[in-house]
């Protein structure tokens, strides 16, 4: 269950996606877990992005899809970037993911999942982002904190 209300936002041009990213970024603390879901060119590369300029990553941060996770370590703490697409969920049990949230053996930091829908299982923790088409090709997104608390972004958006 989530422990605080879902949050709304309209996300008008993919500038609109990077800022949110950035807020969540600036934001966010060590061992935070987003899971993003939506459907095929939504926007969540766009938002992860975002994520790293607010981590204050200069490289480039592009799509893991073909080597399932890409690692960050030169801003504020590490910013570790998945992507599910090509996998089955009994696929996904054997890679251990729980290491990157439970910070076992790698460096807490934040730990984003594009199509987080494939997880067969999720952390104890997590911030849900939902993203969706709307008109004309703009985009919604939907914020789910679940035993997280994101009063501090809510408080930067
Ligand atoms: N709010 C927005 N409004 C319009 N276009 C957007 C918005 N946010 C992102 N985009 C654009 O949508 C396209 C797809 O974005 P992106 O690659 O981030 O999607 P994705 O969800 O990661 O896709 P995939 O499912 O292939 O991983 C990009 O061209 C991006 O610039
Ligand atoms: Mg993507």
Redesign the pocket.
């Known amino acids: 269950m989530p422990n605080t209300s879902i949050m709304k936002i309209f996300?008008?041009?993919?500038?609109?996606?990077?800022r949110l990213g950035i807020t969540l970024g600036e934001s966010l603390t060590p061992g935070s877990v987003i899971l993003?879901e939506?459907?095929?060119?939504?926007?969540?590369?766009?938002?992860?992005?975002g994520i790293g300029k607010g981590l204050g990553i200069a490289e480039p941060i592009v799509?893991p899809?073909f080597t399932l996770i890409n690692e960050y370590t030169e801003g504020r703490f590490p910013l570790y970037h998945l992507?599910l697409?090509r996998l089955e969920p009994q696929e996904v049990t054997t890679l251990n993911l729980e290491s990157y949230w439970e910070g076992v053996e790698v460096i807490p930091g934040i730990v984003a999942v594009?199509?987080a829908e494939r997880l067969p299982y999720k952390p104890d923790s997590y911030l849900s982002v939902s993203?969706t088409y709307?008109h004309e090709?703009?985009?919604q997104v939907e914020l789910t904190p679940f035993n997280c608390a994101i009063s501090k972004v809510i408080a930067a958006i």
């Open positions: 996300l008008a041009d993919t500038e609109a996606t990077l993003l939506g459907d095929l060119g939504a926007g969540k590369t766009t938002l992860v992005q799509s899809t992507d697409y594009e199509w993203l709307g090709g703009t985009r």
